[in-house]
């Protein structure tokens, strides 16, 4: 048998892959990079505003839209210091429970 | 009086897809305006359709995924305004998924080759006419492949992938690579060879 046509053979009987889910972690990561580079490129919607559209905060989030604090507070991006985000990152099955975290939505199975 | 089942289904199907649409054009319209949580939607919607997409075609090197995945997340943000809605947002990332696949193969098949096995050139040392349906179970078969890919270097997984899984001719992978179609023969006779020689110490180590 010539080893092109092995080859074909064998591609051909094991082409099909099991579904493969992304990895929690993975998500973090590529949400965090998004969010990063949405903030490059001028401040992220205003968290009253990501409220009223129908965007569900986290504790910290919601903390920040009732600060009395600058307006330009609620652009910012707490995800960057927050835990759930460095665990999100690194672990599979991470342990964060906090309702309205996109962390924590990745990491539910 | 209700219209026949079928013409039922058949606008169920057509409200359903508009609601699709519409979702897909609201997500979008709010990923731009950079909402965060959106953008959470948006990769929870996605990411596993682009990963599984991903981690198949770099079956080779499965390891790269994460790193492609991240990249055709960013390149669709950074397109994201210039998406039309004329196919669906998950054909529009599988279709940069591709282009950046493709990059993976031409950016490491352009690196030139070491040749660490002067002596393999051409040499097939496996040779059994038994119908390959009979001599394998699909699924350990899948999983030897697989390991046999991954022990092999870097070029040779990829050229087998590209050339046997991915039905890509030689002609199209020197065109990719910038060398000739020969050169691409040449590597895969050797490739081929290797992987020869992994799968069948995979098949002694079973015994």
Redesign the interface.
């Known amino acids: 048998?010539s080893?092109d046509r092995?080859?074909?053979?064998?591609?051909q009987?094991?082409?099909?892959?099991a579904?493969?889910?992304?990895p929690a972690r993975?998500?973090s990561?590529?949400?965090s990079?998004?969010?990063a580079?949405?903030?490059e490129s001028?401040?992220?919607?205003d968290l009253t505003?990501?409220k009223k559209?129908?965007?569900?905060l986290c504790v910290f989030e919601n903390s920040l839209t009732i600060l009395p604090v600058g307006t330009d507070i609620g652009a910012m991006?707490p995800?960057r210091i927050c835990h759930a985000r460095v665990l999100g990152e690194r672990m599979e099955h991470a342990p964060i429970f906090w309702p309205g975290c996109?962390y924590s939505?990745?990491h539910k199975r | 009086m209700e219209p026949p089942s079928g013409v039922a289904g058949q606008s169920q199907s057509g409200v359903e897809s508009l609601a699709a649409v519409c979702d897909e054009r609201e997500l979008v319209a709010?990923v731009l305006?950079?909402?965060?949580?959106?953008?959470?939607r948006?990769?929870?919607a996605h990411?596993?359709a682009?990963?599984?997409y991903t981690?198949?075609r770099l079956?080779p090197r499965a390891e790269l995924a994460?790193d492609v995945?991240?990249d055709v997340?960013?390149a669709a943000?950074?397109g994201l305004a210039a998406f039309q809605g004329q196919s669906s947002l998950r054909a529009w990332l599988i279709g940069i998924t591709r282009h950046k696949i493709e990059d993976v193969y031409r950016q490491r098949l352009r690196v030139p080759e070491a040749r660490d096995d002067a002596g393999a050139d051409g040499e097939?040392p496996?040779?059994?006419?038994t119908p390959?349906?009979e001599q394998?179970d699909?699924g350990r078969?899948?999983e030897r492949?697989r390991r046999a890919l991954a022990q092999l270097p870097e070029r040779y997984g990829l050229m087998?992938w590209w050339?046997?899984?991915e039905h890509r001719s030689t002609r199209d992978m020197a065109a990719a690579i910038g060398t000739t179609e020969k050169s691409v023969e040449r590597t895969l006779?050797r490739a081929?060879a290797r992987f020869k020689e992994l799968w069948l110490r995979e098949e002694r180590d079973v015994r």
């Open positions: 048998m080893g092995w080859f074909e053979g064998l591609a009987a094991t082409g099909g892959v579904p493969t889910r992304a993975l998500k990561k590529v949400y990079a998004l969010i580079q949405m903030g001028g401040s992220l919607l505003e990501t559209a129908g965007g569900r991006n995800c996109p939505e990745f | 709010s305006r950079k909402d965060r949580k959106a953008a959470a948006f990769v929870a990411i596993d682009v990963y599984a981690r198949h079956t994460d995945v991240q997340f960013l943000l950074n097939e496996y040779s059994d006419d390959l349906d394998i699909a078969a899948r492949a087998l050339r046997y899984w006779a081929r």
